[in-house]
């Protein structure tokens, strides 16, 4: 790729307009943004593009592509390298964002490591990175590592978090040769003001018990506190955590989940009705008609399907913890669907790495994007507006906490 070192405005508009070029303002601009990064370029080098001088310290050496979005549509820089050291124009162009460096780092660590395939080496093209050297990755790692390793640590002074999701996903890596998987850990809450926040994330071989019970500690050690309901899946080891770290906070089971293994049994002819009968219980406008439909609707299936109905009366409790709270959080804490929505976007990105090196990538990289996912919820509206927590800690201060679904207060073997 070449680029022109000096232009000829009027010649060169001239012969834009001959040409009658449709994309004639995108030209303009890349060929002006193009010029002024050359002569900065030239300015480093202390010499003109092809120029023999004694003051040159330093020489070009090719361009590499960047793709620039501006109101005239998305232009194609070409950005000059240098032989030592290395050109950016900040002041024309943003660098890449934490999680964008983290993926880099981590591709880049498998591409060092020899396990990478040609999938890898095409990836790392696609990304911008040609002939990456070992000290160039350290580098990387060790400042996306300083930041995740402070977002991770970071005490959690934003309480009372009266809402907190879990939630865990499975992720590849390779340990003693072999390709494993382990499962990386992840709370949310939404914090005093009202905004999402998560909390932390840890990476742990097994998804049971001792994992999520040394996970939560870390969480009350570092301020965790306030919580009246925590929303999860019914993982057993999850829930004995939950009650042993987190006393007197309910808990309420994903309803989403739940529905999936109610439907496993009455037959498949028979799970869209069933489905549509359970989805009336949520569809009630107070605490006390959700409970008198969930009677009625137990009482329904009695008679056709009595193991489903046997099971639906067993997860009374669990499934109806969110009636206890004011009906403007319905919504946002009878299911944990929020926090598998910012799981597709965490997988959107470990998906690309397919197999990790090492533990430390995945927490570089989930890491990074969770912290990005943070400072946006910073900046964006409310989760939960103030008067309907205020409500929350009113009732909290009064003794009127929700006293069903009771949790085990000690974790079991």
Known sequence: MAVNTSVDPMAWLAEQIQASDPNLLRSMVKTMAET?????????????????????????????????????????????????????????????????QALISVVATSYLLGVSTRRVDKLIEQLGVQHISKSQVSEMAKMLDGQVEAFRTRPLDGG????????????????DGRTVNVHVLVATAVNADGRREILGLEVTSAEDGAGWLGFLRTLVARGLSGVQLVVS??????????????AGACWQRCRTHYLRNLLTTVPKSAQPWVATLVRTIFDQPTAEAVRAQ???????????????????????????????????????????????RLNKEIRRRTDVVGIFPDRAAIVRLVGAVLAEQTDEWTEARRYMGLDVLAKIRLRLICGDTPGQNPLPQTLTA
Not at 41 to 54: P, V
Not at 303 to 318: G, I, N, W
Request: with cysteine.
């Open 36 to 100: 002024l990064m050359s002569a900065e370029a030239d300015s480093l080098c202390g010499a003109a593009y092809g120029e023999r001088s004694t003051q040159r310290a330093n020489r070009r050496n090719g361009y590499r592509s960047r793709d620039w979005d501006t109101r005239a549509g998305t232009v194609e820089l070409a950005i000059p390298k240098l032989r030592s050291g290395t050109y950016f124009p900040d002041w024309l162009l943003q660098r890449r964002r934490r999680a964008e």
């Open 160 to 175: 009372p978090y009266a809402f907190v999701w879990l939630d865990a996903l499975t992720q590849k890596v390779r340990e």
């Open 233 to 246: 899946d019914a993982h057993r080891g999850l829930v004995e955590a939950i009650g042993a770290t987190l």
């Open 294 to 340: 969930h009677t009625w609707v137990v009482d329904a299936l009695e008679a056709k399907y009595p193991a489903a109905a046997t099971h639906l009366e067993a997860a009374r409790e669990e499934l109806l913890a969110f009636a206890a709270f004011p009906r403007e959080v319905w919504r946002q804490v009878w299911s944990n669907n929020p926090q598998e």
